[in-house]
Structures are given as structure tokens and as C-alpha cells.
């Protein structure tokens, strides 16, 4: 019954911040899922998640991308955001946002956005 829709720009220059939201309808971020994750899948590649977060307020990032990742919540919008900064070509992925009970997400679990095309122009 939750669904979840990815937004945002779907170009974006190098060393820009990319930044994406996700709304939640049909259901509340702070109860349907423990966990909100966004999860990335370059050309040619598998998924990556890039880091979530809890019901807490408690944040998680993938160590490769802690560094310049950001996420957050607005309760009262029912949205969560990804902020990406000093983006480069290889950051050129469809981006997903994903409700789950974990932060090791796995295709078919949870419920999943449709993804949306983010390229970083060169």
C-alpha cells in the first residue's frame, strides 16, 4: 500500500551538490518501515546503497560515500532527502529510494520508488 517517489534534477554539473527527494504516500515514514535507504545503480553495475535513515533519527552511510552524503527527514511532509555533494561523472546512476526493516537492502524487500535518472554531465 506505501508508496514511495523519487524527485529532483536529472542533470546535474560536476562539483554541484546533488540533492533528491523522496515522498512517502499511502503510509507515515514513522511507522510503516524502521529504516529509509537510498540505494544507487550506475551504468553497467549492481546496487549500491548509499546509507539510510532510522526511525530514531539515527543516520547510516556506505564508508565510501559518508564523506559527501547526507540524508534526512521532514515528518511532517512525509519525505526524506539525499543530499550528494561535489558530484562527479561517476556518480551518474538511477537513484532509488527504498522502506525497509533493514539497512541491507536487497532487491524485492521493502518497497522500492521507481528510481529516477540522475547524470552528472562532464
Request: overall charge neutral; some cysteine.
Amino acid at each position: 500500500q506505501v508508496q514511495l517517489q523519487e524527485s529532483g534534477p536529472g542533470l546535474v554539473k560536476p562539483s554541484q551538490t546533488l540533492s533528491l527527494t523522496c515522498t512517502v504516500s499511502g503510509g507515515s515514514i514513522t511507522t510503516n518501515y524502521d529504516y529509509w535507504n537510498w540505494i544507487r545503480q550506475p551504468p553497467g553495475k549492481g546496487l549500491e546503497w548509499m546509507g539510510a535513515i532510522a526511525n530514531s533519527g539515527s543516520t547510516y552511510y556506505s564508508p565510501s560515500l559518508k564523506s559527501r552524503t547526507s540524508i534526512s527527514a521532514d515528518t511532517s511532509k512525509n519525505q526524506f532527502t539525499l543530499q550528494l555533494s561535489s558530484v562527479t561523472p561517476e556518480d551518474t546512476a538511477v537513484y532509488y529510494c527504498v522502506g525497509a526493516n533493514t539497512i541491507v537492502i536487497q532487491e524485492g524487500v521493502g518497497s522500492w520508488g521507481q528510481g529516477t535518472q540522475v547524470t552528472v554531465s562532464s
